[in-house]
């Protein structure tokens, strides 16, 4: 999260400049932000592919855990039994 927040000051310091100057910049800036919501919505989207793979992964954990818990207490309980 730290590498786009630092890409998007890095953005707004090099169009900063810009502002103040030519139509022909206003292109350069309207190309640079186009550049960078691009960047940015890649950047968004890795993030969301990542988060729903951890996501399904700790499903299978709980999952995991539940059914080891459920076994212990059967252990327990048969070993109380005896």
């Keep these: 999260m730290k590498t786009i927040v630092s890409k ?3 953005a707004v310091l090099t169009v900063v ?3 103040g100057k030519k139509k022909e910049n206003m292109v350069e800036f309207t190309d640079l932000v ?3 919501y691009s960047f940015l919505i ?6 969301l592919k ?3 793979e951890l996501s399904d992964k700790l499903k299978q ?3 995991e855990m539940c059914s080891l818990r459920e076994q ?9 039994k005896e």
Aim: glycine content about 6%; aromatic content about 4%; charged content about 25%.
């Design 8 to 10: 998007i000051i890095d």
């Design 72 to 80: 212990l207490v059967e252990a327990v309980s048969g070993n109380v």
């Design 34 to 36: 186009k550049g960078q």
């Design 50 to 52: 990542d988060y729903c």
């Design 61 to 63: 954990v709980h999952e």
């Design 17 to 19: 400049p810009l502002l």
């Design 42 to 47: 890649e950047q968004l989207e890795k993030v």
